[in-house]
């Protein structure tokens, strides 16, 4: 007796057809690493090495190991989202201690109990609320327009024995304290900040632009805390959502492509992410393109792991040029 069904040769071509469109959407050197996430968002490197990804959907992070692409529960419990988007959005760690960025659930300070805020983590299932920014935010509006008073908060990142994160609906980027002590470390107009990283004192930040999100309002911009000087790095990409340094200073910036038009805070259409060097002069060095739906990226070692919003790690090795790596990236 068959336990398997035999497949006809139509079916087996359709199935061959299908598996090679999926990879040709991709360049040579990527490779799916973890795939069957929920609500997948932001994303940082651990102290041990192992890529943390947090889950919007379920209120939970996930520990993955990029060798293996093996990805375990790190923590649970945490709001999940409520309209389909937000919830746990990123993820920091100072020193061996995770820190948790969660919006989008508590969206005009209703007194729902629930907090769009910084999460110190705790245990696999327990963490400690430090700041309230959702409270914070409605205490201090910004000077442009709005229509969530708790903010949407995107990124976070360890800076200076504290935390930033950056709102992008509020245009500006916050400073947080281990102790919870929030303060606006720099506003901007209507520019949509976005993915954070850092160098030294010096933060690296990149901008949508406002609806459409045109290739020109695409940007990458880094300041100083005590400057009112910022810098732009580079721009040409759509809806860039992260930024992050690589082998020595390389610099990349991920776009999620041209913006679907659906209603303000969408997404871009299908498949048309990509990921970018920052040349010295400012340029695009293409990396990888065809990227569906990708929002944010780390760099270990020589190899860009970027995580989309279906669900997805997805690897691309050998990313830095000469003289940090044979890079494989299109002029």
């Known amino acids: 007796m068959k336990l398997v069904k035999e497949v006809s040769p139509t079916v087996r071509l359709f199935a061959l057809t299908t598996f090679l469109l999926v990879l040709a959407s991709y360049p040579a050197h990527a490779q799916p690493l973890v795939t069957g996430l929920q609500g997948s ?6 102290p041990d090495g192992y890529l943390y990804v947090t889950e919007g959907m379920t209120g939970t992070v996930q520990r993955i190991n990029t060798t293996t692409g093996e990805a375990s529960l790190f923590v649970e419990g945490l709001p999940p989202w409520i309209i389909g988007v937000g919830g746990a959005v990123d993820i920091a760690f100072i020193g061996d201690t995770a820190y948790v960025l969660v919006t989008l659930v508590n969206l005009f300070g209703e ?3 629930l907090v769009n805020g910084v999460y110190r983590i705790d245990g696999p299932s327990s963490y400690t609320i430090i700041a309230d920014l959702g ?7 910004p000077d442009t327009p709005f229509d969530f008073p708790t903010g949407v908060q995107w990124s976070i ?9 950056s709102d992008g609906h509020h245009n500006r980027v916050l400073n947080v304290t281990q ?26 930040l990149a901008l949508t ?33 992260d930024v992050e340094f690589g082998r020595g200073r390389s610099l990349y910036a991920l776009s999620q ?10 997404s871009a259409i299908e498949n048309d992410g990509a990921l970018w060097e920052i040349n010295d002069d400012g340029s695009l060095r293409l990396i990888a393109a065809n990227i569906n739906l990708p929002n944010s990226v780390e760099i270990i070692e020589n190899d860009a792991y970027v995580v989309t919003l279906t669900g997805n790690v997805w690897r691309f090795e050998n990313i830095s040029s000469a003289p940090f790596g044979n890079g494989k990236g299109k002029p």
Not at 157 to 165: A, C, F, P
Not at 257 to 266: H, M
């Open 41 to 46: 968002a932001g994303s940082t490197v651990g």
């Open 111 to 113: 007194p729902s109990g």
């Open 135 to 141: 409270a914070y935010s409605i205490e201090n509006p």
């Open 157 to 165: 990142e360890k800076y200076r024995g504290g935390l930033i994160v």
């Open 179 to 204: 102790e919870g002590i929030i303060s606006e470390l720099r506003a901007f107009e209507n520019v949509v900040p976005t993915g954070l990283d850092v160098s030294g004192y010096e933060i690296f």
């Open 209 to 241: 632009g406002p609806a459409p999100h045109l290739p020109e309002d695409g940007k990458v911009v880094s300041f100083g805390p005590r400057s009112d000087q910022v810098a732009l790095e580079a721009s040409g990409a759509p809806l860039l959502l």
């Open 257 to 266: 492509g041209e913006w679907n038009g659906a209603f303000p805070g969408s």
